[in-house]
């Protein structure tokens, strides 16, 4: 049987994410961790697990494929393809909540609600309203609140008792969900939060009748009518978010701020010091965190932060201790610091990455001093800090009663090592099923030229020292919404290393912008988000090329990227063809206007205020400058990035005589690996490469 590519291996694997273990949550009591991952490194149905940490013996509670009906050893051989078949049309579990006990574990499949009793492994279909969305239940794990084609509903655990709880008052209302602009760039994915007895909830009503409408169409299938949207492009209007104490019963009390002032809403929550908030100004310079009251929806300032440039949202923040102490971040001078009631208890130089969560008055954070390195730490007013990571990589973990699971990502493994400590016992691994990848990484990684820009050079694994100068393919990311250089093996990664073994030296570097190097360093970008980017660079790709003599043929560099750094690739042809010979510009921003209020506006301010800043980074403005060989590619799906960009900025090459390629993505949306579509999108873009770098 012969060998399967690396490419074909990254689609079948979805980036060596099938297998891992995902979303482990530890029960009170320490004893039991519940877990999501699928039973091989090719299967993308997750199933929910339970490990019993005295015994190190797992249990399958759920495989959405039992939830079908009858056990596969009692079917027939034609019955057990079709079961697999359906199976993994489902997509089985994509996330579950417990309630605090972590006794009842609730899911959506397939547009329907379960729920499991994880002593048991009991599950069971309830009869909820609709097609089902973020079910949760109550802390006590009485009740269950879900979405339901905008209305958020509750329904007994047991099944009884199904109603509307807040309902859409207006043809663009819903209640309970996050609205475009907070999924997509404050990364608060809900719109819900129970009070810890069960008894009420905090609620967001989002009303987007004066957002803007886009139109998503299908070329390729023109019977079907376009998709209308609500999009919040860069100077328009937002949807507006209201706060609302919501009774079991249906009735509701108004959570009051000025809204007039502080229009976005990151973060809310209900712990047991009560309901709270965090409001934005629509320049993203001021937060405050609000203390929320119960009874009538007033609220009190706990906490004020300001910054010239935008005050950044981390991870997990606000969030409070069980003491009620609250957490939240400073930014002091070249550090990101954590603070427990306005104190900062990390030193200088450890850059905060998120919180993950409180255990008391214990703290479990991310956090790091080399930029490459994210490691997990801990702080106790009793104890201080203290790092609970030590490997080289790429740290996460959950705490709970004192037992941390602690996930581990580095460079010699493909996914992630997930393991289990409790005080005074021994460690328990948790098995991961991920594949091994076909290729393995050549990697050196540099911190190069007087700004120590982090790089990782990808060779490929027949070079050998005296052959030939290498082509160059710079292969970055480089924006503020990921960091690429990272001492973690992944999709990426191995992507990388694929262009190398196909005859390139592959360099991938983190510039201006970047998180992980503090909170200066990311406001580089403040004002012009690409041309510090570019200038960073080139001048790693010059300062690599200085360290290692013969190496690399400056004579021949090409670029590639996708999102934020397709449009990097395109300026990089455009501004400095020079340095760069051939650019493949994968979904591009090419008009910022064309993209969201709260992300575009957070670098470039408001268009209305500053068009000259949209104008400095806008690729339509360079397209009459084009020389060189530029590949532009774009999902018609994509309802990130529209395809309008890709478009207007292939409308205006044209008409400026420049010539170019265009590869449309038919349902193809902004996530390329997703797609089936990836190897033949990854050969076509070498193909492309070889041709106008002089490679065949």
């Known amino acids: 049987m012969p060998m399967i590519s690396l490419p074909h291996q990254l689609s079948r694997t979805r980036g060596f994410t099938f297998g891992a273990v995902d979303q482990a949550t530890v029960s009170p009591d320490g004893t039991t961790v519940l877990f999501l ?22 249990r399958l509670l759920v495989d959405p494929a039992e939830l079908l009906g009858g056990a596969p050893e009692q079917l027939s051989e034609e019955e057990r393809t079709r079961r697999e078949r359906s199976r993994r049309h489902t997509g089985g579990i994509a996330s579950y909540v417990t309630d605090t006990a972590a006794s009842l574990a609730v899911f959506a ?31 006590t794990g009485r009740r269950i609140a879900y979405l339901s084609g905008g209305t958020l509903r509750v329904i007994g655990a047991d099944g009884t008792g199904d109603r509307a709880l807040a309902a859409p008052d207006g043809p663009e209302v819903t209640f309970g969900a996050p609205e475009h602009v907070a999924a997509e760039s404050m990364n608060r994915d809900r719109g819900y939060w129970w009070a810890p007895d069960g008894e009420r909830l905090l609620v967001a009503r989002v009303d987007a009748a004066e957002v803007l409408v ?9 019977d079907r009518p376009p998709r209308a949207m609500r999009y919040p492009a860069a100077g328009s209007r937002n949807a507006e978010v209201t706060l609302w104490l919501t009774e079991l019963d249906g009735a509701r009390r108004e959570v009051h701020w000025d809204r007039s002032a502080f229009e976005y809403l990151p973060a809310a929550g209900w712990d047991a010091h009560g309901p709270f908030a965090a409001v934005q100004t629509r320049d993203q310079r001021t937060v405050r965190v609000l203390a929320i009251d119960p009874a009538d929806g007033t609220t009190t300032v706990l906490h004020e932060q300001r910054d010239e440039h935008w005050v950044q949202l981390v991870d997990g923040l606000p969030a409070r201790t069980g003491g009620g102490a609250l957490l939240g971040h400073l930014d ?56 609970l990571s030590a490997e080289p990589g790429v740290h996460t973990g959950r705490l709970s009663g004192g037992t941390l ?20 016992r021994p460690t328990v691994p948790i098995a991961s099923s991920v594949e091994t990848p076909v290729l393995a990484l050549r990697v050196l990684a540099e911190a190069v030229g007087p700004r120590e820009l982090r790089t990782m050079l990808y060779l490929p694994s027949w070079h050998r020292t005296g052959d030939a100068a290498l082509p160059v393919l710079l292969d970055p990311y480089a924006g503020p919404a990921m960091q690429k250089v990272l001492a973690q093996q992944s999709g990426h990664t191995l992507t990388s290393q694929w262009f190398a073994e196909q005859g390139f030296a592959v360099l991938v570097t983190d510039g201006a912008g970047v998180t992980g190097r503090g909170p200066a360093w990311e406001r580089e970008i403040h004002g012009d988000t690409l041309g510090p980017v570019l200038t960073d660079q080139v001048d790693a790709l010059h300062e690599v ?38 650019a493949v510009a994968g979904a591009p921003v090419g008009d910022q206007e064309l993209y969201d209020t709260h992300w575009r506006e957070r670098f470039l301010g408001d268009p209305r205020e500053h068009p000259e800043r949209y104008e400095a980074c806008s690729l339509l403005a360079e ?24 478009l207007r900025l292939s409308s205006t090459l044209l008409a400026a005589g ?39």
């Not at 290692?548 to 690739?569: E, M, N, Q, Y």
Request: glycine share 10%; hydrophobic share 40%.
């Open 37 to 58: 991952r699928s039973r091989a490194g090719d299967d993308p149905v997750n199933c929910l697990w339970a490990l019993d940490l005295d015994s190190g013996d797992e």
């Open 109 to 139: 499949l397939s547009g329907s609600l379960w729920t499991v009793d994880t002593g048991t492994g009991a599950a069971r279909r309830l009869p909820a309203e609709g097609a089902v969305v973020d079910p949760r239940p109550d802390p």
């Open 214 to 222: 886009w139109y998503l169409s299908d070329p390729a299938n023109p």
């Open 332 to 387: 002091e001078a070249d550090t990101r610091r954590l603070t427990v009631a306005d104190t900062p208890v990390t030193g200088p130089g450890l850059q905060l990455r998120a919180v993950l969560g409180t255990d008391g008055d214990t703290v479990l954070f991310t956090a790091g001093t080399e930029p490459t390195e994210i490691h997990l730490w801990s702080y106790h007013p009793e104890r201080g800090t203290e790092q």
């Open 405 to 424: 699971v602690h996930t581990a990502r580095t460079l010699d493994l493909a996914g992630p090592r997930t393991s289990v400590r409790r005080p005074g």
């Open 545 to 582: 090329h200085r360290r290692h003599p013969g190496l690399l043929d400056l004579g021949r560099v090409g670029i590639r990227g996708w999102s934020f750094s397709g449009g990097l690739a395109a300026l990089a042809v455009l501004r400095r063809p020079d340095v760069f010979h051939a």
């Open 623 to 646: 397209a009459p400058k084009l020389s060189r060989p530029l590949l532009l590619i774009h999902g018609l799906a994509d309802d990130n990035v529209f395809i309008a960009n890709t």
């Open 658 to 696: 420049r010539p170019h390629e265009v590869l449309p993505l038919s349902g193809v949306s902004h996530a390329a690996m997703a797609s089936p579509l990836f190897p033949q999108l990854l050969a076509h873009q070498l193909e492309f490469l070889r041709r106008h770098l002089g490679l065949d």
